[in-house]
């Protein structure tokens, strides 16, 4: 599946400056791919391709985009955001926007990076036939976003579109969920919430971005896929990893049950209402945190991917890199 490079494809790559656009973009320079990077900040990577543009208005995207595909990995994502609305301006407004400019421009190729949080929190390991159930904005504005991508490419039968919809995705430099429990494990301030069976599936970053750049070459019209780095780890196997890479000992092996868990959420929650103050554990947090996120495509396109790195040498490198190496 794994297609040879085409050089005469331009990809504008929009939010190209952040994490997943950086792997991305290196990727595509090491190929040889003409890109562009479209983005609120300059790129510290690419910072001569980097033109500065803000999703949210048509005729920023109509000024900058001048791609053959498109790749948008613009959104807004955080779960502490404040104001709702910014969910809704940057990841449906800007689709919009992206999919106008491309009518108009006469672009057929959209990649969406959506999210596994359509899916809501889920129980069970799911796939793409699994139901839509966002539980909170950007789930709902991720889906949302969709729907105006999908009116895009059944708008013209030439369009194609591809929508991944990764889970939380890790690796050198970021500062996600994935680099925080690490880095507790590392500094020995992690305590357990709940028993540590749960699983999750992770999805390494260079993975990912190769996966992007695979899409650029896919003939079919219309693609939903998951994308998630399997086996999954629960909390426990993957704490585990850490403290043995690490060589370390976990100093206490207290656990905290779940429902005092949810407890000490709720209570930070008030805190944070009261003092208008960030704080790094909330209701939603604690809640994410012991569920279970099992997610997996079905699909013969990704299933025929041949990831870079294992899900697991994908945690040795961020472990080195963050930790050891640094």
Same mark, same amino acid.
């Given at each position: 599946?794994?297609?040879?490079?085409?050089?005469?494809?331009?990809?504008?790559?929009?939010?190209?400056?952040?994490?997943?656009?950086?792997?991305?973009?290196?990727?595509?320079?090491?190929?040889?791919?003409?890109?562009?990077?479209?983005?609120?900040?300059?790129?510290?990577?690419?910072?001569?391709?980097?033109?500065?543009?803000?999703?949210?208005?048509?005729?920023?995207?109509?000024?900058?985009?001048?791609?053959?595909?498109?790749?948008?990995?613009?959104?807004?994502?955080?779960?502490?955001?404040?104001?709702?609305?910014?969910?809704?301006?940057?990841?449906?407004?800007?689709?919009?926007?992206?999919?106008?400019?491309?009518?108009?421009?006469?672009?057929?190729?959209?990649?969406?990076?959506?999210?596994?949080?359509?899916?809501?929190?889920?129980?069970?390991?799911?796939?793409?036939?699994?139901?839509?159930?966002?539980?909170?904005?950007?789930?709902?504005?991720?889906?949302?976003?969709? +729907?105006?991508? *999908?009116?895009? !490419? %059944? &708008?013209? #039968?030439? $369009?194609?579109?591809?929508? =991944?919809?990764? /889970?939380?995705?890790?690796?050198?430099?970021?500062?996600?969920?994935?680099?925080?429990?690490?880095?507790?494990?590392?500094?020995?301030?992690?305590?357990?919430?709940?028993?540590?069976?749960?699983?999750?599936?992770?999805?390494?970053?260079?993975?990912?971005?190769?996966?992007?750049?695979?899409?650029?070459?896919?003939?079919?019209? +219309?693609?939903? *896929?998951?994308? !998630? %780095? &399997?086996? #999954?780890? $629960?909390?426990?196997?993957? =704490?585990?990893? /850490?403290?043995?890479?690490?060589?370390?000992?976990?100093?206490?092996?207290?656990?905290?049950?779940?429902?005092?868990?949810?407890?000490?959420?709720?209570?930070?929650?008030?805190?944070?209402?009261?003092?208008?103050?960030?704080?790094?554990?909330?209701?939603?947090?604690?809640?994410?945190?012991?569920?279970?996120?099992?997610?997996?495509?079905?699909?013969?396109?990704?299933?025929?991917?041949?990831?870079?790195?294992?899900?697991?040498?994908?945690?040795?490198?961020?472990?080195?890199?963050?930790?050891?190496?640094?």
């Amino acid at each position: 599946m794994n297609k040879t490079n085409d050089n005469r494809t331009k990809v504008s790559v929009i939010g190209g400056a952040g994490f997943i656009g950086t792997s991305l973009c290196k990727l595509l320079f090491k190929s040889n791919i003409p890109f562009e990077i479209i983005d609120l900040n300059t790129s510290h990577e690419f910072p001569a391709l980097t033109k500065i543009g803000d999703v949210r208005s048509y005729d920023s995207m109509q000024k900058l985009i001048t791609g053959d595909v498109v790749v948008n990995l613009a959104a807004v994502h955080r779960d502490d955001v404040e104001d709702i609305n910014e969910y809704y301006s940057t990841n449906v407004d800007g689709a919009k926007n992206i999919s106008l400019v491309c009518s108009k421009r006469n672009i057929k190729r959209i990649i969406f990076t959506s999210s596994v949080a359509i899916y809501g929190i889920v129980n069970k390991p799911t796939n793409e036939s699994g139901l839509v159930n966002p539980f909170n904005d950007y789930g709902k504005s991720k889906y949302s976003a969709e +729907k105006e991508f *999908i009116c895009w !490419a %059944d &708008s013209n #039968d030439k $369009n194609k579109l591809v929508i =991944i919809r990764p /889970t939380v995705v890790f690796g050198e430099g970021n500062r996600g969920n994935v680099y925080n429990l690490l880095n507790q494990i590392a500094r020995n301030k992690f305590i357990m919430i709940g028993s540590g069976r749960n699983k999750k599936s992770l999805a390494y970053v260079e993975n990912l971005s190769s996966f992007i750049q695979n899409c650029i070459y896919t003939n079919e019209n +219309k693609l939903i *896929i998951n994308y !998630a %780095d &399997s086996p #999954d780890l $629960n909390m426990n196997e993957l =704490i585990s990893f /850490t403290l043995n890479k690490l060589n370390l000992n976990l100093i206490t092996k207290i656990k905290i049950p779940y429902p005092l868990g949810l407890m000490i959420g709720m209570f930070a929650d008030i805190l944070r209402i009261l003092f208008r103050k960030k704080l790094p554990i909330s209701y939603i947090r604690i809640k994410k945190f012991c569920g279970t996120t099992s997610f997996f495509s079905s699909h013969p396109f990704r299933i025929n991917f041949k990831v870079p790195y294992s899900l697991t040498n994908g945690l040795a490198k961020t472990i080195e890199h963050e930790f050891i190496d640094k």
